[in-house]
């Protein structure tokens, strides 16, 4: 079936604007996980979702992060008044029970750059 | 905090050798190890999952060691090809990733 999408592939923006991030998990999957990588780095881990609640948010590096999931489907993952720190690639896997064990499945990821 | 460390400095290997990458971490205890595959532009892709009470893992090329009392794993690929060239990351658990290796098999 078809993988982990994700929306924009790229998305360019000026300092202080809101920017939405979209990412579609495998069907059935019932965890999703964002990360952040930044060139040359490992993935930092922000969010993970089980279902539509979010019980571990530990890696959200400030307020101006917040990420939904409605319909234990879709994600969106919003930063707003966007810093050029921001500037990264957001990864979203998704897997197909929670974190213990299960073999996370990576989407292509948004590259995101900040002006 | 937790600490995981792998090799930044690029691996380069002949055609045809076994390459090996070390993945080392501090102050954890994770019950299992996944090593991940990823290529230029795109997500990482999982390799092989170790769990802590496993020495050895193997899939087909691939072997994953893991020893607890050094906290290390090592990565080997045997008779690499340079379609094996990509960075690999190590990951303790489901969420702590390294920064991850570059490969390069030269032809």
């Known amino acids: 079936g078809a993988g982990v999408s994700q929306s924009p592939s790229n998305k360019v923006t000026e300092k202080g604007k809101d920017v939405e991030l979209r990412c579609d998990p495998i069907s059935g999957h019932t965890a999703l996980y964002w990360y952040r990588q930044s060139l040359g780095q490992g993935l930092e881990f922000l969010i993970y979702?089980?279902?539509?609640?979010?019980?571990?948010k530990s890696g959200l590096p400030s307020d101006r992060f917040s990420a939904e999931r409605t319909g234990g489907s879709v994600s969106t993952l919003t930063i707003q008044r966007t810093q050029q720190e921001d500037s990264a690639v957001y990864l979203c896997?998704?897997?197909?029970?929670?974190?213990?064990?299960?073999?996370?499945?990576f989407g292509p990821g948004t590259r995101l750059l900040v002006l | 905090s937790q600490k995981i460390e792998q090799n930044s400095e690029a691996l380069n290997i002949q055609e045809g050798k076994t390459a090996t990458l070390t993945c080392n971490y501090t102050n954890y205890s994770p019950a299992y190890l996944q090593w991940y595959r990823q290529d230029p532009g795109r997500g990482p892709v999982f390799l092989l999952l170790i769990r802590e009470n496993e020495k050895e893992k193997r899939k087909e090329r691939l072997k994953v060691t893991f020893d607890t009392t050094l906290k290390q794993s090592l990565f080997h690929i045997t008779a690499s090809q340079p379609a094996d060239s990509a960075t690999y990351l190590c990951a303790l658990g489901a969420l702590t990733f390294g920064s991850g290796t570059r490969l390069q098999v030269q032809p």
């Open positions: 979702f089980q279902g539509n609640s979010a019980p571990d």
């Open positions: 896997a998704s897997s197909r029970r929670d974190r213990q064990q299960e073999t996370q499945y």
